[in-house]
């Protein structure tokens, strides 16, 4: 199978969600520190407000000194990426499979 077009297309598309999520999940562990897990509360609070966000990209609170509640949508990704560390491990697949991608791609030139 010649190196064509599509495979360019691929992994172009491959290497920019590579970079892409390593940069969110970077981004998303130095937010990550600004969310509060008290046992008086059932969700996890942002520790300032206004409210930071993890979703669509991961900005800081505001310096004000309150607690204030997260999204629906911070709560799913904090939960369910972040606690379970799928982030980093899915940042590290894609960032081998690009690798392998490329490797292919150099063989077959």
Do not use: H
């Not at 990209?57 to 505001?62: A, C, L, Q, R, Y």
């Not at 369910?80 to 690798?99: D, E, H, Q, R, T």
């Amino acid at each position: 199978m010649p190196f064509d077009r599509n495979w360019a297309l691929f992994a172009s598309v491959l290497i920019a969600a590579s970079a892409l999520l390593t940069i969110y999940g970077w981004r998303m562990y130095n937010v990550v520190p600004y969310i509060y897990e008290g046992v008086e509360f059932d969700n996890p609070m942002w520790r300032s407000t206004p409210p930071g966000c993890l979703f669509p990209w991961p900005t800081e609170p505001g310096p004000l000194e309150a607690l204030s509640t997260m999204s629906e949508s911070d709560l799913i990704i904090y939960r369910y990426l972040v606690k379970s560390s799928i982030l980093p491990v899915l940042s590290v697949a894609l960032c081998i499979a690009s690798f392998l991608f490329l490797v292919k791609a150099a063989k077959l030139l």
